[in-house]
């Protein structure tokens, strides 16, 4: 079968502290991956997508990172988090698209 | 300008009763897929549906291309689907850039 899975699944971290996202694949070879966030009560919005291991493609810029170490794992992260970064984060494959259960991220 | 919008915003119905979410396209398609967003924030797939009509369940998706729109028709609505229905399309060459709509709030009540 298969799945995606994110983590952590929660996130309450203070303004400056660094941050990082993960997803793992399991079950689909070679997947386009991809990164999405979502404000309370906003619109999903694509940040990132790679289609091949080393190399990620920004969309939107947020003062955020990814890479993608292997074929089946994607990270998120930053070195310093703003309030702004708040939200929902959600790691996906295609095609066609699927997503993971998300991380909540609540900066303080 | 926005490249997919939904409508209506959001809904309110009573049990039993159908509804019909539009979303409509200003660029061309080649792919689309409907959502659901759980109240929890999780997405669960609905349909992949480059054209024409599918059915699972008591949900129902008809996509024209030409006319760049799709519909999702939700027949004897419960209370369990309440959430928010999003569709999303692939918008650039090679599928890599998806953007989705703002999305229909239903609230399905007893």
């Known amino acids: 079968a298969q799945t995606i899975h994110q983590w952590p699944v929660a996130e309450i971290k203070a303004v400056g502290s660094p941050l990082s996202l993960g997803c793992t694949i399991k079950?689909?070879?070679?997947?386009?991956l991809y990164w999405y966030w979502q404000a309370t009560g906003g619109t999903l919005q694509q940040l990132f997508y790679?289609?091949?291991?080393?190399?990620v493609e920004s969309v939107v810029q947020l003062n955020l990172s990814a890479s993608r170490p292997k074929d089946d794992q994607f990270i998120l992260s930053t070195e310093k988090l703003l309030l702004s970064h708040s939200g929902f984060y959600l790691c996906?494959?295609?095609?066609?698209?699927?997503f993971g259960a998300g991380t909540r991220l609540s900066v303080l | 300008g926005q490249q997919v919008q939904q409508s209506p915003a959001s809904l309110v119905l009573q049990e039993g009763e159908n509804a019909e979410l539009q979303c409509n396209f200003s660029?061309?398609?080649?792919?689309m897929q409907w959502f659901y967003q759980r109240p929890g924030g999780s997405l669960v797939s609905l349909f992949y549906?480059?054209?024409g009509t599918k059915h699972s369940g008591r949900l129902t998706s008809t996509t024209v291309i030409k006319e760049r729109r799709s519909s999702l028709h939700i027949s004897s609505s419960q209370t369990t689907d309440s959430g928010t229905y999003l569709c999303?399309?692939?918008?650039?060459?090679?599928?890599?850039?998806?953007?989705f709509g703002a999305g229909t709030r239903l609230k399905v009540i007893a």
């Open positions: 790679s289609i091949t291991v080393g190399q």
């Open positions: 079950g689909k070879s070679s997947p386009n």
């Open positions: 549906n480059p054209s």
């Open positions: 660029t061309s398609l080649n792919s």
């Open positions: 996906a494959w295609s095609p066609p698209l699927y």
């Open positions: 999303a399309l692939p918008v650039n060459t090679g599928n890599y850039k998806y953007v």
